[in-house]
């Protein structure tokens, strides 16, 4: 499909089941001011107290990593997930530089 109606029901569609973890939360029946109040030690602490016993941290923390600039998403605060992308981005350079590095020496093998 091209364009029209369908293409957008198609990605209002992919967008919810993406994020159909959210419906299993620990957070769902909680103030979501705990959770986007700025970086107060209190505020932190108590999201991420939430967090800790959540069944869907690691799919939280995943969307919050890769879409949320604000608050704390998977026990994680914007400045713990800017380190955490940051980190991602260091470790897929050193592997693509190791697999730039290899290829020349494994070419040399195959035409020996």
Not at 45 to 65: D, M, N, Q, S
């Amino acid at each position: 499909m091209s364009g029209g109606r369908g293409h957008y029901a198609h990605e209002v569609h992919s967008a919810r089941t993406a994020l159909s973890w959210q419906d299993e939360g620990a957070c769902r029946d909680q103030d979501t001011n705990e959770f986007y109040l700025g970086p107060t030690n209190s505020t932190t602490t108590t999201a991420k107290k939430v967090c800790a016993g959540c069944p869907v941290l690691e799919a939280c923390r995943e969307w919050g990593i890769a879409h949320e600039p604000y608050g704390v998403w998977g026990g994680m605060d914007e400045k713990e997930r800017v380190n955490e992308r940051r980190r991602r981005v260091r470790y897929a350079r050193a592997e693509r530089d190791r697999a730039a590095a290899e290829q020349p020496a494994q070419e040399e093998r195959a035409a020996s």
